[in-house]
């Protein structure tokens, strides 16, 4: 492979992925509130999911992952002419719901197996941390627009990056409790 096919393959994998990211930080930023599990207790005794997941947050996570796919439908759509246009941008509205959907449903697995593990809200789970949300949301994406496996090693390495520097973005904008 040349250069510029990896450097295709991460802009690709990016595109595929940018309303799941969308999708996360928007529920970070505008979270609080009512947590999903009512803060209820699994069998063992732990939360189920915790504070962390809550409908608000899951809420504009999803409706901002979603504008996320309609604005990028518009893009590849542009030029485009009469139904083509509009197919464009159905499809990257259903593309970007699902890839939404996923990441929050992600999210809030990792939580479930963060409580399992004892592992408090805010402390680190490497590796789950980061991925959580990307696995749910290619896993629901997969299932409309399958990418082939090269693009998912591929998104998954760079979130790893990505979501360490937005995790220290948004602790120095004091949006989150800890820098991972």
């Given at each position: 492979?040349?250069?510029?096919?990896y450097?295709?393959?991460?802009?690709?994998g990016?595109?595929?992925?940018l309303?799941?990211?969308?999708?996360?930080?928007?529920?970070?930023?505008?979270?609080g509130?009512e947590?999903?599990?009512g803060?209820?207790?699994?069998?063992?005794?732990r939360?189920i999911?915790g504070?962390?997941?809550?409908?608000?947050g899951?809420?504009?996570?999803?409706?901002?992952?979603?504008?996320?796919?309609?604005?990028q439908?518009?893009?590849?759509?542009?030029?485009?002419?009469?139904l083509?246009?509009y197919?464009?941008i159905?499809?990257h509205?259903?593309?970007?719901?699902?890839?939404?959907?996923g990441?929050?449903?992600?999210?809030?697995i990792?939580?479930?197996?963060?409580?399992?593990l004892?592992?408090?809200?805010?402390?680190p789970?490497p590796?789950?941390?980061?991925?959580d949300?990307?696995?749910g949301?290619?896993?629901?994406?997969?299932?409309?627009?399958?990418?082939?496996?090269?693009?998912?090693i591929?998104?998954?390495v760079?979130?790893?990056f990505?979501?360490?520097f937005?995790?220290i973005?948004?602790?120095?904008?004091?949006i989150k409790?800890?820098?991972?």
């Amino acid at each position: 492979m040349t250069i510029n096919n990896y450097l295709h393959l991460i802009f690709m994998g990016l595109w595929y992925i940018l309303p799941a990211y969308v999708a996360n930080a928007s529920a970070c930023i505008f979270g609080g509130g009512e947590p999903v599990d009512g803060k209820r207790y699994f069998f063992d005794g732990r939360r189920i999911i915790g504070d962390g997941v809550t409908y608000k947050g899951s809420f504009f996570g999803i409706l901002l992952g979603t504008l996320t796919g309609l604005l990028q439908g518009i893009i590849v759509g542009f030029g485009s002419d009469g139904l083509d246009f509009y197919s464009c941008i159905i499809d990257h509205i259903i593309l970007g719901f699902y890839l939404s959907v996923g990441a929050i449903i992600g999210d809030a697995i990792g939580s479930f197996i963060k409580r399992r593990l004892n592992i408090d809200r805010g402390k680190p789970a490497p590796i789950l941390d980061q991925l959580d949300f990307v696995i749910g949301a290619i896993a629901f994406g997969y299932l409309i627009a399958p990418i082939p496996i090269t693009m998912i090693i591929v998104i998954c390495v760079i979130t790893l990056f990505i979501h360490l520097f937005g995790n220290i973005i948004a602790y120095k904008l004091k949006i989150k409790e800890c820098w991972w």
